[in-house]
């Protein structure tokens, strides 16, 4: 498009009187629906991209999880087998499986108290 036609005609004289609303009320309109299509492509255009994004950050995400889990596992395992000459086998067992339940408990304890604080802050209308 060249820039005479982005700008709008500025009639003088005698071509002014012979100017219609109507033509400029058109001309208003099919800009304002040829914007309205432009905006509906670049929203449909991000979605896209969005969603193919949103793929990979939930496999990377889902993968990072599972590893977490098994260095965890790892971790507990290593525990067992390096308490195991100090304390025995089953007594170090036992205390990685306590230890394990202890913090389980704590974490436990404090989402149950996020989650009264929350009903209280969301009942209330007011943040703790």
């Given at each position: 498009?060249?820039?005479?036609?982005?700008?709008?005609?500025?009639?003088?004289?005698?071509?002014?009187?012979?100017?219609?609303?109507?033509?400029?009320?058109?001309?208003?309109?099919d800009r304002g629906l040829?914007?309205?299509?432009?905006?509906?492509?670049?929203?449909?255009?991000?979605?896209?991209?969005?969603?193919?994004?949103?793929?990979?950050?939930?496999?990377?995400?889902?993968?990072?999880?599972?590893?977490?889990?098994?260095?965890?596992?790892?971790?507990?395992?290593?525990?067992?087998?390096?308490?195991?000459?100090?304390?025995?086998?089953?007594?170090?067992?036992?205390?990685?499986?306590?230890?394990?339940?202890?913090?389980?408990?704590?974490?436990?304890?404090?989402?149950?108290?996020?989650?009264?604080?929350?009903?209280?802050?969301?009942?209330?209308?007011?943040a703790d």
């Open positions: 498009m060249d820039e005479d036609e982005d700008q709008p005609a500025v009639v003088a004289g005698d071509a002014a009187r012979h100017r219609h609303l109507g033509d400029d009320l058109h001309g208003l309109v040829a914007f309205a299509q432009a905006e509906v492509e670049l929203q449909k255009a991000r979605g896209i991209y969005a969603v193919g994004r949103i793929k990979w950050i939930a496999l990377l995400g889902g993968l990072a999880l599972v590893l977490l889990f098994f260095s965890l596992v790892a971790l507990t395992v290593g525990m067992v087998i390096a308490l195991t000459p100090l304390l025995g086998a089953l007594v170090a067992t036992l205390a990685v499986f306590g230890g394990l339940v202890i913090v389980a408990l704590i974490c436990a304890l404090i989402a149950a108290r996020q989650w009264k604080s929350m009903l209280r802050a969301l009942s209330n209308g007011s």
